[in-house]
């Protein structure tokens, strides 16, 4: 009997409601908070100290998606070269020049800088533009057409433009690109015309005219070159 009283004297006592002293010693300097957050909130105040991720900064993490699964991009090497798009542009830019400054003398009658006339004269604008070939159907000027077809080549020959793929007119879906080759073949086409007319018909030679030519010949050759090694279709799609 002695010796169980004894031992039961060396038990800890608790008071109901009240927690052991073995257990408030189990963590010192920490206090147990009964929210259900799955933190320990340390005595000292640090946000740190045992913070365990929450749900929601989970569920907020960058999913990754498989490369089967993403979606194709637009190869940008697809298509000509800047400088390409950039000499044509400045090509069309000039034809529109020329083309428009005698569009300029043909409707005032005036006389182009630096073409020589005269009778025995190999060059002379003046006779080549007032020529009965200078009209199409005996109606519309060369230097006219030739005008508003130089503002269609300086549209088609932007960077935009050359980016495309497709141009869509109402219901009309037309591709770019064979719209280019096309028109530089009918501009020079005509140009084989012209050059034939100046030289066994009229029998003379327009320097502005020549200019023309041999700008629209240019812009034929880089175009024939864009469509061999780039193609005239809708760029390629990366899978």
């Known amino acids: ?49 045992g913070t365990v991720p929450t749900v929601a900064a989970a569920s907020s993490a960058k999913k990754v998606v498989p490369d089967d699964l993403a979606e194709p991009e637009v190869l940008r090497s697809a298509g000509p070269p800047r400088w390409l798009q950039l000499t044509t542009l400045a090509l069309a830019l000039l034809g529109l020049a020329i083309s428009s400054y005698e569009w300029y003398a043909v409707w005032n009658g005036g006389h182009l800088a630096g073409c020589a006339t005269g009778p025995h004269s190999t060059f002379d604008c003046t006779a080549v533009l007032n020529s009965e070939q200078s009209k199409v159907f005996g109606i519309f000027d060369v230097a006219i057409l030739g005008t508003f077809f130089y503002v269609f080549v300086v549209a088609i020959m932007t960077p935009w433009a050359w980016r495309m793929a497709r141009l869509n007119v109402g219901r009309l879906h037309l591709s770019v690109g064979w719209l280019r080759l096309a028109a530089m073949v009918t501009g020079m086409g005509f140009v084989m015309y012209l050059i034939y007319a100046e030289l066994y018909q009229i029998g003379q030679v327009c320097e502005y005219c020549s200019g023309v030519h041999i700008v629209t010949f240019v812009l034929f050759c880089l175009t024939l070159v864009s469509a061999a090694i780039w193609g005239l279709g809708k760029p390629k799609t990366a899978s």
């Open 1 to 49: 009997m002695a010796s169980s009283k004894a031992r039961s004297r060396n038990r800890p006592t608790a008071s109901k409601g009240r927690p052991a002293a073995s257990a408030r010693a189990a963590a010192p300097g920490v206090q147990a908070t009964p929210t259900g957050t799955g933190r320990a909130k340390p005595a000292n105040g640090s946000k740190t100290a």
